[in-house]
Every structure is written in C-alpha cells, then in structure tokens.
C-alpha cells in the first residue's frame, strides 16, 4: 500500500460512490421496495465516506507509521469493497445471503480505523 495507490483507489472508489448513489436515486426508485433503496443508500454512504478515508490515509502518510497506515489502508479498501459490494449485489439479486458478507466488511472498516490510530501514535511527532 502506497499513498500513490491509495489516492487512486480513493479517487475511483469516490467516483463510483456518486455514480452509485445516482443510480439508486434515479434508476432503481421504481424498481426496487423503499427498505431495498435504503439498504442501497447506505453501501453508497460508507462507500463515500471510505473513500474520503482511503484518501485521508494517504494525505497524512508522512505523519504516520508505515506498516500500521499500510494495514489501515489495506482494511479499509477491503473492507469498504466488501461491505458496499454485499449490500449493492443484494439489492441488485434479491439474495438475503449476501447480507451475511456486510458484518464483515464493516469489521474490517473499523478495524482500519483502529490501524489509523495506531499509525498516528507511531508515527512522526506534529
């Protein structure tokens, strides 16, 4: 993982959530329930948040221990890729299963978050 990756990554992962959040918004209002659009405005509201993240991690690397940013920027594209995905193909599929993949995703986000606060600590002194 390298700030380079993780801007490029962040910038997609961004630009995919707008076009997301569009498409439930305009697209699927008249295909899918009101609990199925709710569930597809969530995987694009942490998909966006996770982007901004994956970006943040990156604007601070100097400021941060290595492996620890590394392992943060890791989990959170995993993690955001997990979570997002799952609840995207379950509205798309109708398959309730692939909502047993979105704790995990959601884990993995938090624990990025943890791997950030590590890499703060142990890194570079403001």
């Known amino acids: 993982m390298t700030p380079r990756f993780l801007i490029l990554c962040g910038a997609l992962v961004l630009a995919l959530g707008v076009a997301t959040g569009a498409f439930g918004a305009h697209g699927l209002r008249r295909l899918v329930a009101p609990d199925l659009l709710e569930t597809w ?31 943060a920027g890791g989990l959170m594209l995993a993690g955001l890729l ?28 938090i624990l990025s978050w943890l791997a950030l606060a590590l890499a703060a600590w142990r890194g570079a002194a403001a």
């Open 82 to 109: 997990i979570f997002s995905l799952s609840l995207y193909a379950l509205v798309l599929t109708g398959i309730q299963a692939l909502g047993a993949l979105t704790p995990v995703g959601g884990l993995l986000m």
């Open 41 to 71: 405005r969530t995987a694009a509201h942490y998909q966006l948040i996770h982007g901004l993240g994956l970006l943040l991690i990156a604007a601070l690397w100097s400021r941060l221990a290595p492996a620890p940013a590394a392992w």
